[in-house]
């Protein structure tokens, strides 16, 4: 069995990094020691390097954007990349803080062997301007101290695993302090020489424990892995080393969290219509922000001038520390009924949704109604206005069966004044509203007026006519 492993060289720096304008130099730091963990390459370039102090890194880049290590946020960006992860493997583990696991063996025939796996990898590493190191191994253990030893190792040759694995220094096996101590006062320097040493003769210099570590990292000792699945939502996070002040900021942040949106969507093969926008301040409750469409969607460029419209219209309270996106609600995605040669098509309800999206959402959502159906032979009572968040009007099952009806109705009939010079059909006789005390008896005709006009009338059980509408 083969097992690739992906470690992240400096994660949260690269996190970080992405989601920020500001080209200053940026650093990470550790929670107890107050001491450079991470550092970017400009950092670097004016003398931060890991292990300086906080106060000398600050004269040396007094402008330095500076971020602590967090356990937990840490976690939650590995879970990200496991995410996009899972559309190439599916029997993953998360290895925090900075670890991914995955058994390649059952899919390196779907992408014609390892190496070309590799390069798709390699390819959406730089898509997400992620550094990582890509390492196979016959064993999880072992994927994991080559890829952590900056190995890149990605072959299906398992001599040539083992052999890497073999002059793999001790230093970087994985032993704790003592045990390598140990080993080194033994005159051992490589793992190779580890596994020459008899079993029984490693268990009694060192530990049982160690033995069986070692055995582990062979494969000849079970070492079962914790498989790990998606959550049903998308959730996507972006870190600020410097609180942002401005919309635009967070605009280019959102740009690439809703492309990886698009992209997670369509590989799902589903749509959303519900984004919740949560800004993070400093010692300020969240601000929350949900933005609706009127129909399923998938696309980045909608949401984004979507999420502008909203920005625009609620300007930031107080600087933002982190950004979050998450989407909880999924649709399927229909494909469209009227195709060409081609197989192509103009999506016309596609541009309707976009076009009262962004109404909704410069107006609010209470400002569009559309007009609705209701059961009631009454002409004034066979429709309401209704709010778009209750769905797209539909059409009566019997609406195809209806006589004509005109496309300018009368808030109020008004009497008719002058003779029809013409009678084009009726009657068509309403009757109705018995059940609510507003009873009517008409009797519909469509006739021609002498100025030329084309009405609706009707005469009522007092014979006298009206005009109710007008016919285009």
């Not at 991470?38 to 950092?43: D, G």
């Not at 793999?168 to 005159?187: E, I, K, V």
């Not at 530990?207 to 498989?227: F, H, I, K």
């Not at 909203?310 to 979050?324: C, D, F, K, N, S």
């Amino acid at each position: 069995m083969i097992w690739l492993y992906l470690h992240f060289r400096h994660l949260l720096l690269d996190h970080i990094a992405r989601s920020r304008q500001d080209p200053a130099p940026l650093a990470v730091l550790s929670q107890g020691t107050r001491q450079v963990l991470q550092a970017c390459p400009r950092a670097r370039q004016l003398g931060v390097l890991p292990g300086t102090a906080l106060k000398t890194a600050l004269n040396l880049a007094p402008e330095l954007a500076m971020i602590h290590a967090d356990d937990t946020r840490q976690a939650g960006i590995l879970e990200q990349q496991a995410h996009w992860l899972y559309r190439y493997m599916d029997r993953i583990t998360l290895y925090p803080p900075d670890g991914l696991l995955a058994e390649a063996s059952s899919v390196q025939r779907l992408y014609g062997g390892l190496e070309p796996l590799q390069r798709q990898l390699q390819h959406a590493l730089e898509e997400r301007q992620l550094n990582a190191t890509i390492t196979t191994g016959t064993t999880p253990l072992a994927a994991r101290l080559l890829a952590r030893a900056g190995i890149h190792c990605c072959t299906g040759e398992h001599s040539h695993m083992h052999s890497q694995l073999e002059a793999l220094t001790l230093p970087h096996a994985g032993f704790d302090d003592r045990t390598l101590q140990r080993l080194t006062r033994l005159g051992l320097t490589t793992l190779g020489q580890v596994f020459r040493l008899p079993a029984t003769e490693l268990a009694r210099r060192l530990t049982p424990e160690t033995l069986a570590y070692v055995q582990r990292v062979q494969g000849q000792r079970p070492d079962p892995q914790a498989v790990w699945r998606p959550p049903h939502y998308f959730l996507q996070r972006a870190d600020f080393g410097l609180p942002v002040e401005k919309t635009q900021g967070l605009l280019f942040a959102l740009q690439r969290m809703l492309s990886e949106l698009e992209s997670d969507l369509q590989w799902r093969q589903q749509d959303t219509d519900s984004l919740l926008l949560v800004l993070h301040h400093y010692r300020r409750e969240p601000t929350r922000l949900r933005v609706r469409t009127t129909g399923p969607e998938h696309r980045a460029d909608a949401f984004i001038n979507l999420l502008r419209i909203r920005l625009e219209q609620h300007p930031l309270q107080a600087p933002v520390e982190t950004l979050e996106l998450k989407v909880t609600r999924f649709l399927e995605r229909r494909t469209a009924s009227h195709t060409d040669l081609l197989g192509e098509t103009s999506d016309q309800g596609e541009a309707w949704h976009t076009l009262v999206s962004r109404l909704q959402a410069r107006l609010g959502e209470s400002a569009l109604r559309h007009l609705a159906p209701a059961a009631d032979h009454r002409p004034e009572r066979a429709w309401s206005a209704r709010s778009l968040t209750a769905g797209l009007p539909r059409h009566p099952g019997g609406a195809s069966r209806l006589p004509l009806r005109p496309l300018w109705l009368l808030p109020h009939p008004t009497p008719l004044e002058t003779t029809p010079e013409e009678w084009f059909s009726g009657p068509e006789r309403i009757s109705g509203g018995w059940w609510d005390g507003a009873r009517v008896l008409r009797d519909y005709y469509i006739a021609r007026l002498p100025s030329g006009q084309l009405a609706w009338i009707y005469r009522d059980s007092q014979q006298s006519w009206f005009v109710h509408g007008w016919f285009g």
